[in-house]
C-alpha cells in the first residue's frame, strides 16, 4: 500500500474525521457511532486484538486448523449465483506448488480488485473438508511485503459497527498515522514519561495498531498504558490536594468519653485492625482539613462498630453525623443495630428514609434545624435540599461503590466541609485501591472479631440440590435460619437462571420446607413489602428468604446459619464472598454452598472451588481481578474516570506506582499545572474528565 506523505491542508489531529482522505461525510457517521469524531480519536481507537499471519509457507506446505499465509497470483476469479438469491466471490491463487482456492461469501465486488494476474497475499485455516480458505485475509501485493496492512502480518482487529469494514478502519487508520501521526501532543510531560522503550507518542501509536513483532507491541501499549494510568493518577491527585488546602474551621472530635461507653458495652473486644483504623479516623477528625477516608473491611469484620465510634466522638463534640446506606432495607437495619450499640453511651440514632412518615420527618428536620447534636441514618433522602444538616461534622457513606462522586459531594455540602468516612464491604486488591481511590486515604479491616462461629464453604453440583434441601430443613428444625440466593428475579432470566419468584413459589411448596414459614425478597418488590419480609427474618418468624443480591451488604441475621447460592458460576467471586458474609455472623457453625448452573464452563467451577479454599476475601479479590479483569470496582461508573483501555490492572502495578509518583511529583511542583511545559496535559484533563477540575486547576 501507497502511503500518504503530505498531510492535506489545515489537517491537524483536531480536524473532523470527514477531513481525513477516504473517509468524508457520509463515512464519518459511521465513525461517529464509535464515538470516533477527530483523527485523533481514530487514533486511539486501539485494536481488540491481533491476527498473527506472518507464517508465511507455500500452497503445497498448508495445513488445516492453523493461521497460515500464501504469496501468489488470482489464476481464477467469478461470481457465484446461490440457490438462496445470495451472490458470493470465488478465487484461486496459484504459486509454483500449487493453486489454493478461496471462497468469500456475499463480497461479489471482490471482482474489481481480485482480478486475473493480480498478485496477492493470502492469510487464513484452510477448511480440512474442502480444502479452501473461507473468508481469509487478503491484500494485493504493491511494493514490497513490509507494507502489508491485511494479511501476512500482525493484523490489527479493531472494534467495528454497521457500515464500516475492518479493512477500511485499518485503511483510514494507516492514512491518519502517516498524516497526522507525529503532530499528536503528549499529554505527558518528558519529565514524567517513565522508559518504556518507544522514543514519542507516534511511534506509540504506530506500534500498537500496526506492530512488528509482539515485543515492539508490549512496549506501545505500556507507553500507552502508562499515559491513562498518569492521567487518572493526575487527576486524584489534584482532587487530593484541593481537599488538603481546604480548611475545615470547626473540630469534630471529642475526647472519647462516649466511644469507650459504647466499647465498654459491647460483648466482644475490638481486634486490632478495628483499633488501628480508628486511631487513624480520629486523627483525621482532629486534623486541620476534612477528613476523606475510605474503610475496607472484609465481610464481618466490623465495619460498622467503628463508623460508629467514629460518629461519637463527633456527637461528643457538639456536631452531628450522618450515615448514608444504599438502601431502604439497609439504612433501616443500620438505624437498629446503631441504636443498640449506641444506647451505652446516650446517644440519640434517627432514621430518614423514603419511607419515613411525614410528621417524623417534620420532628427530626425541626431537630437538625437547631444543631442537635446526633447521629441520623438514611438513604439518598439525605440528600433532598430540604433536610438541612447545618451542624454536619462526619457523612458516612456505606457501600460507596453504590452512589456515584456527586452523590458523595451532595451529602458533604450539607455540612461546613465534613469528614468523609466511606466504608465498602468489598475487599479491593492494592492496585484497584492506588488507581481509583487514590484521593482517599484507606483503612483496612482483615480480622474478624472473636466469638463467631465457624464458616465453611461446600461447592455441590446441582443434582445434590435434594441432600442440601434435607440439611436445610435440619438446620431450620433446629432453630437456625437459612438464604436461598438466585441471580434473576423473573421466568426467561439469562440461560434460563433460576427466578426468585419461581423458586420460592417451589421451594414453599416443599415437603421438606412446608413446616416452615419462607420469604421473598428482590429489588422490584414495594419498600413496605422488603420491611416486611426483614423484620420478620430478623425476629426468627421467617425462617428461610428466597432472595436475590439484594442482601449482598449489610443484612445482618445472627441466626442464620445456611447460605444457599444457586447458578453460583453467573457471579464473580468477590461477589460470592460477600453473598457468604451474610451468615456466619452468630455463635453457630454457619455453610455456604455454592451450586453452579447446568452450564457452568470449566473455568467457571475452578473459580468456585477456589471460593471453598479460602475465606479471605482480599486474595479473592486478587484473583477475580486476574481471571475476570477489574470491571467496575466503583459499580455505577463514576464521574470523570474513564475506562482502561490498555492498562492492565491486573499485571501492571509496576507501571500504576511509577505514574503515581509522577504524578505527585508534578502535581506538588505545579498544583496548578500553570507550567507552559504541562498545557497539554491541563487540556486533556479538563477535555477528557467531567470531575470539576476547573476549581482545582483555576489560576
Known amino acids: 500500500m501507497t502511503r500518504a506523505t503530505a498531510s492535506p491542508p489545515g489537517l491537524r489531529p483536531d480536524s473532523r474525521l470527514q477531513f481525513l482522505p477516504g473517509v ?63 451472490t458470493d466471490f470465488t478465487a484461486s491463487v496459484a504459486d509454483a506448488t500449487g493453486t489454493l482456492a478461496c471462497y468469500f461469501y456475499g463480497q461479489p465486488f471482490l471482482a474489481r480488485t481480485l482480478k486475473p494476474g493480480t498478485r496477492v497475499v493470502v492469510s487464513g485455516e484452510v477448511d480440512p473438508l474442502e480444502r479452501r480458505m473461507v473468508n481469509p485475509l487478503f491484500e494485493v501485493v504493491e511494493g514490497d511485503l513490509e507494507s502489508l496492512l491485511h494479511a501476512g502480518r500482525l493484523v490489527p482487529v479493531h472494534a467495528l459497527t454497521r457500515g464500516l469494514t475492518a479493512r477500511g478502519m485499518r485503511a483510514a487508520v494507516r492514512r491518519a ?33 500496526f506492530p512488528a513483532d509482539e515485543a515492539t507491541r508490549e512496549r506501545a501499549r505500556a507507553h500507552l498504558a502508562f499515559e491513562e494510568l498518569f492521567l487518572l493518577q493526575t487527576v486524584l491527585e489534584l482532587r487530593r490536594r484541593v481537599l488538603a488546602e481546604q480548611g475545615r474551621g470547626l473540630s469534630t472530635a471529642g475526647p472519647g468519653r462516649l466511644a469507650q461507653q459504647a466499647i465498654a458495652a459491647l460483648p466482644w473486644s475490638l481486634t486490632d485492625d478495628q483499633r488501628q483504623a480508628l486511631d487513624e479516623i480520629v486523627a483525621d477528625l482532629k486534623a486541620p482539613r476534612p477528613m476523606h477516608r475510605l474503610l475496607i473491611g472484609d465481610v464481618g469484620s466490623g465495619k460498622t462498630v467503628v463508623a460508629l465510634l467514629a460518629a461519637l466522638h463527633v456527637v461528643e463534640a457538639g456536631h452531628q453525623a450522618a450515615f448514608m446506606a444504599p438502601t431502604e432495607i439497609l439504612a433501616r ?47 439518598h433522602a439525605l440528600l433532598e435540599e430540604k433536610v438541612a444538616l447545618p451542624a454536619l461534622g462526619l457523612a458516612v457513606v456505606d457501600e460507596q461503590h453504590r452512589f456515584g462522586v456527586g452523590q458523595r459531594a451532595a451529602l458533604a455540602q450539607k455540612g461546613a466541609l465534613p469528614d468523609v468516612l466511606v ?77 426468585a419468584e419461581a423458586e420460592y413459589r417451589r421451594l414453599a411448596q416443599h415437603p421438606l420446607l412446608a413446616p416452615f414459614r419462607l420469604g421473598l425478597l428482590h429489588g422490584r418488590l414495594k419498600a413496605e413489602a422488603k420491611q416486611a419480609v426483614m423484620e420478620g427474618f430478623a425476629a426468627g418468624e421467617v425462617r428461610a428468604v428466597v432472595t436475590t443480591t439484594v442482601i449482598e451488604v449489610g443484612v445482618d441475621v445472627p441466626n442464620a446459619t445456611l447460605m444457599v447460592i444457586e447458578n453460583a458460576d453467573r457471579f464473580g467471586l468477590s461477589q460470592l464472598h460477600q453473598l457468604r458474609g451474610r451468615v456466619g455472623r452468630g455463635p453457630h457453625r454457619s455453610v455456604c454452598v455454592v451450586i453452579p448452573g447446568p452450564g457452568a464452563t470449566a473455568p467457571a467451577r475452578a473459580r468456585l ?5 479460602t475465606d479471605d476475601g482480599f486474595a479473592l479479590a486478587e484473583t477475580d481481578l486476574r481471571t475476570r479483569g477489574p470491571g467496575e470496582p466503583w459499580g455505577t461508573r463514576q464521574s470523570g474516570v474513564p475506562r482502561m483501555r490498555l492498562a492492565d490492572l491486573a499485571r501492571d502495578e509496576d507501571l500504576l506506582l511509577a505514574a503515581r509518583a509522577a504524578a505527585r511529583a508534578l502535581v506538588a511542583a505545579d498544583p496548578r499545572l500553570a507550567d507552559p ?7 486533556v484533563l479538563l477535555s477528557d474528565y467531567r470531575e470539576p477540575l476547573v476549581l482545582a486547576l483555576a489560576g
Open 24 to 86: 468524508g461525510p457520509a463515512r464519518a457517521v459511521h465513525f461517529e457511532r464509535l464515538g470516533l469524531l477527530t483523527v485523533e480519536q481514530l487514533l486511539r481507537h486501539y485494536p481488540r486484538t491481533w491476527l498473527d499471519a506472518r507464517r508465511f509457507v507455500s500452497v503445497r506446505e498448508l495445513t488445516p486448523g492453523t493461521l497460515l499465509t500464501v504469496v501468489g497470483a488470482v489464476r481464477h476469479a467469478a461470481a457465484l449465483r446461490t440457490r438462496g438469491g445470495r
Open 177 to 209: 498515522l502517516d498524516l497526522v501521526g507525529p503532530r499528536v501532543a503528549d499529554p505527558v510531560p518528558a519529565a514524567a514519561r517513565g522508559g518504556t522503550g518507544m522514543a514519542s507518542l507516534a511511534e506509540a501509536l504506530e506500534a500498537i495498531h
Open 333 to 379: 437495619q443500620h438505624a437498629a443495630t446503631l441504636t443498640r450499640l449506641a444506647a451505652p453511651a446516650g446517644v440519640a440514632v434517627a432514621a430518614l428514609t423514603g419511607a419515613t412518615p411525614a410528621a417524623e420527618r417534620r420532628t427530626l428536620a425541626a431537630r437538625l434545624l437547631a444543631r442537635e447534636p446526633m447521629l441520623v441514618v438514611g438513604t
Open 423 to 499: 466504608l465498602t464491604a468489598t475487599p479491593i486488591p492494592r492496585t484497584l485501591a492506588l488507581a481509583h481511590f487514590g484521593d482517599l486515604e484507606v483503612s483496612t479491616l482483615r480480622a474478624r472479631p472473636a466469638g463467631r462461629g465457624r464458616l465453611v464453604t461446600r461447592l455441590a453440583p446441582e443434582e445434590k440440590f435434594p441432600q442440601v434441601l434435607e440439611f436445610m430443613a435440619r438446620e431450620l428444625a433446629a432453630g437456625r435460619q437459612a438464604f436461598i440466593v438466585v441471580p434473576a428475579i423473573e421466568e426467561g432470566g439469562r440461560d434460563g437462571a433460576k427466578a
Open 609 to 613: 472451588t477456589e471460593l471453598t479454599r
Open 677 to 683: 511545559a504541562h498545557a497539554r496535559l491541563k487540556e
